[in-house]
Structures are given as structure tokens and as C-alpha cells.
């Protein structure tokens, strides 16, 4: 069984799946790639089904193409049983532009509206106020359930607070074994004011899973380096993490890191080690 956070007032899987890359062209710039679209539909549906089913993506994914595969591999399945975050890119936090990006979101996932939308980031602070006030309009239309944000600094976050009646119910941010940045600031604000951390690239793109102390502790608890990595990060306190999976295979792993616990000495040799 899935666990899930209340957070904000709603109630997430403490595992999601993450889609950037999914129906991507190779190379530095956001292209789709066809080529790979049935494989990606899959392991989504299968995440869902095993219970991860808050899906994020982002217009900018592979040019708005991974949207298109997330409105496929979703859109048999009842509405209610999924949570889709999508994301505007900081060129178009002008209000027209974001209602407008916020249309075109709606349209390649083939829904009526987004659980959770996001700003992805901001070149400047001062972009915070119009979008937001434009965020607020597609919550007052229906268009968008909830607003957050994404890779804003803890001033960030209280600005954007600051300026919107709604809740912003989540920072969506990096954190991992190898980056833990946040735990500075970021994450005890969050923790003290009902805010959802969410935990992006929670794998490091796989980079830390051949360590060795991570190893150790997996095999402690008969469970694989990736279990044990998302599992710390969802231990602490209004965590939730979104792993990227397009393998099967790896699908089926991450759905195993929850329903267990790591204990204080584990967790201790982990944070020593990273
Ligand atoms: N807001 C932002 O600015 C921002 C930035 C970066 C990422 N994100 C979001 O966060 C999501 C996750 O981050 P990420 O994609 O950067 O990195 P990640 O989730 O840390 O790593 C993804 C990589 O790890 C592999 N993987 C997944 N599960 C595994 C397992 N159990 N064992 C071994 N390898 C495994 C995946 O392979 P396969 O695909 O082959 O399974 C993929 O290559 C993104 O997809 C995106 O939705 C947001």
C-alpha cells in the first residue's frame, strides 16, 4: 500500500513519478522523440496502479510532447484517481501568457483542468507577483485546483505567499542524498508552515546508487540502494519525492521504498556518509 502526506490540506502518495526525459530527443535542447512513447505510457499506468499516482511534468518536457504522453497513459483512468502537477517555464509568467500556457497544458493532457500548477522557476523575483495573480485567476476559473512553486528560495516562497489568498502548497525543489541544500532553510520553513517539499532528481539520476554505505544499509533491510534513498527522503517531515522511471523494472523499485523504516543509526551513517 502506498502511503500517503497530508500536506497543505491534500493528501499525496509519498512516492510520484517524474516524466522529464520521457519523450525526449537526445541532446541539450527540448525535443520530442516519438520513438519511446509506449514504453513511457506503461510506466506510468504501471505507477499508478502501484500507487504513485501523482504525476508531474512540465510544458517545458520535451517541448510539451511529455504532456502529451502523460494525457495518453491517464486518460482511461477516473480523474480522481490521479494528481497531475504540470509546470509554466518563467518566459511566460506574464498574465496573459500564463493563462494562455495554462490553456495549451490543459489541451496536450487532454483534461479539464490540473491538480497542481506550478511555476517552474523565475529569472527574476520581481516576475512573482503577475503570475501569481494570474495563478489565482486559473484557480478561480477551475483550469488549476492548486498553485505552487518550483526552485524558489525560501524568500521566494514567502513572497509568493504574500501575495495570494490561495495556498501555496508546494516548493518543488532538489533534494537527494547528494544534495541536501535544502535542509538549511528551506525545508524547516516548509515543515513549519504546511508547505509540501517536493523532492526532485530524489536519485541523483542514479548517481549515488553504487555508494557503498548506501549499499550496506540495502542490504540490511533486504531492500535495493534506490528503496533506501527515497526512503530517507520521505522519512522527514513533509517530504514527498517524485522519481523518474521509464523502466519497468525500476517502476516496480520505487513503489517498494515505502510501507518501511529506516531507523536513527541507519539514517545516522547515511547523512555522515553524504
Ligand atoms: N522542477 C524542476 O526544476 C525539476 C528539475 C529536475 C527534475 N524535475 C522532476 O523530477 C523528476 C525526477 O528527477 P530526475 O528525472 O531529474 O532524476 P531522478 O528521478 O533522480 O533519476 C531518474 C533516473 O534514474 C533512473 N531510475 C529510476 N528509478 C531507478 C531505480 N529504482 N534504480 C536505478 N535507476 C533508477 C531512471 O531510469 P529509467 O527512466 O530508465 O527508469 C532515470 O535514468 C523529473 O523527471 C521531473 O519530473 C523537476
Not at 517552474?120 to 488549476?144: F, K
Request: with cysteine; charged share 25%.
Amino acid at each position: 500500500m502506498m502511503e500517503c502526506k497530508t500536506i497543505a490540506g491534500i493528501k499525496l502518495p509519498a512516492i510520484g513519478i517524474g516524466t522529464w526525459n520521457m519523450g525526449r530527443a537526445k541532446g541539450p535542447v527540448e525535443r520530442a522523440d516519438y520513438s519511446n512513447d509506449e514504453q513511457c505510457i506503461l510506466a506510468i499506468k504501471k505507477a499508478i496502479k502501484l500507487g504513485m499516482w501523482h504525476i508531474d511534468t512540465a510544458e517545458m518536457y520535451s517541448s510539451g510532447h511529455t504532456e502529451e504522453i502523460v494525457g495518453a497513459a491517464i486518460k482511461d483512468i477516473p480523474r480522481k484517481k490521479v494528481f497531475v502537477t504540470t509546470k509554466v517555464l518563467p518566459l511566460h509568467l506574464k498574465h496573459n501568457d500564463l493563462i494562455a500556457a495554462a490553456e495549451e497544458s490543459l489541451k496536450r493532457l487532454q483534461l479539464e483542468y490540473v491538480d497542481l500548477y506550478l511555476i517552474h522557476w523565475v529569472n527574476l523575483t520581481s516576475q512573482i507577483r503577475e503570475a501569481i495573480a494570474a495563478m489565482d485567476e486559473l484557480v478561480e476559473s477551475g483550469s488549476v485546483k492548486h498553485i505552487g512553486v518550483s526552485n524558489f528560495s525560501t524568500k521566494q516562497l514567502q513572497l509568493a505567499q504574500s501575495f495570494t489568498k490561495n495556498k501555496i502548497v508546494t516548493n518543488q525543489v532538489e533534494y537527494s542524498l547528494l544534495d541536501r541544500s535544502c535542509e538549511k532553510e528551506l525545508l524547516p520553513y516548509c515543515q513549519e508552515n504546511d508547505v509540501a517539499l517536493t523532492a526532485y532528481t530524489p536519485l541523483a539520476e542514479g548517481k549515488i546508487l553504487k555508494n557503498k554505505t548506501l549499499a550496506a544499509v540495502a542490504e540490511k533491510h533486504s531492500k535495493t540502494p534506490a528503496q533506501v534513498a527515497l526512503n530517507w527522503l520521505i522519512s522527514k517531515k513533509n517530504v514527498i519525492a517524485i522519481p523518474k522511471a521509464a523502466t519497468m523494472e525500476h517502476v516496480r523499485e520505487n513503489a517498494g521504498a515505502v510501507g518501511w523504516k529506516l531507523n536513527r543509526e541507519d539514517t545516522e551513517m547515511l547523512e555522515k556518509e553524504f
